[in-house]
Nanobody
Framework: VQLVESGGGSVQAGGSMRLSCAAS????????LGWFRQSPGEERERVAIGYTGASSPVYSDSVKDRFTISMDKSKNIFYLRMNNLKAEDTAMYYCASGLSDIDCYMDSGKTVWGQGTQVTVS
């Protein structure tokens, strides 16, 4: 699988942005979906995970109730909708996927990563 991200950029605090991650797979619904972010000098932070199966997505406390992960099965694209953005959300954002849920929980060695897209909130 390959992942191609799009949708980053600059936005004012309080604004919204949607990141996209296009996957070159036949059926994205069989894969886990993940979004991570990393600021300079910081470790990569797990932001949102959509597990395989019918489980509800899981969000970090820092983005809960503001960010939403979703998927368009017909296009094999998944998204991260970000509302009420704050300066501390500024980071490089990476999508991730894999056949096992652990691939989206951490870098399992089988995790597939997108190329990253910069989000800057001022």
């Amino acid at each position: 699988v390959q992942l191609v991200e799009s949708g980053g950029g600059s936005v004012q605090a309080g604004g919204s942005m949607r990141l996209s991650c296009a996957a070159s797979v036949y059926d994205l619904s069989t894969y886990c979906l993940g979004w991570f972010r990393q600021s300079p000098g910081e470790e990569r932070e797990r932001v949102a995970i959509g597990y395989t199966g019918a489980s509800s997505p899981v969000y970090s406390d820092s983005v809960k109730d503001r960010f939403t992960i979703s998927m368009d099965k017909s296009k094999n694209i998944f998204y991260l909708r970000m509302n009420n953005l704050k300066a501390e959300d500024t980071a490089m954002y990476y999508c991730a996927s894999g056949l096992s849920d652990i691939d989206c929980y951490m870098d399992s060695g089988k995790t597939v990563w997108g190329q990253g897209t910069q989000v800057t909130v001022s």
